[in-house]
């Protein structure tokens, strides 16, 4: 099946550093010329690696969103997040949907 907008979605979930390591494989799908957009979904103890006030530096046509209910487990509010992150309400509901509409799932 050939998609017009492909979508690759990395799952970071284990540690603080699977943030950067899954910036790191966007950019690596973006240099190796896969046309595709990359959302990175974060949830678990990798939500850490999403707070503080330094920007996320995205490579074009990623985004960075972080699961509320891992979030509120962690006592992490939305202010506390890296700027440009943005939320989705449950990661488990977003990893599915992406799926069911056909995204690559890679788990970090």
């Known amino acids: 099946m050939v998609q017009d ?5 990395l799952h970071a979930s284990n ?10 494989a966007a950019e690596t799908l973006r240099t190796k010329g896969l046309p595709a957009h990359v959302r990175i979904i974060v949830n678990g103890a990798a939500l850490d690696g999403l707070t503080g006030t330094e ?6 046509d990623t985004e ?3 699961c509320l209910v891992g979030m509120g ?4 509010t939305t202010n506390q997040l890296r700027p ?8 488990v509901a977003a990893l599915a949907q992406a799926q069911f509409d056909g995204a690559a799932y890679i788990r970090l």
């Open 15 to 24: 540690e603080p550093a699977d943030v950067e390591r899954a910036l790191a």
């Open 64 to 66: 960075v969103e972080a």
């Open 73 to 76: 487990k962690r006592g992490i």
């Open 5 to 9: 907008h492909r979508v690759v979605v």
């Open 84 to 91: 440009a992150v943005r939320t989705v309400p449950a990661a």
């Open 55 to 60: 920007p996320v530096s995205l490579p074009p």
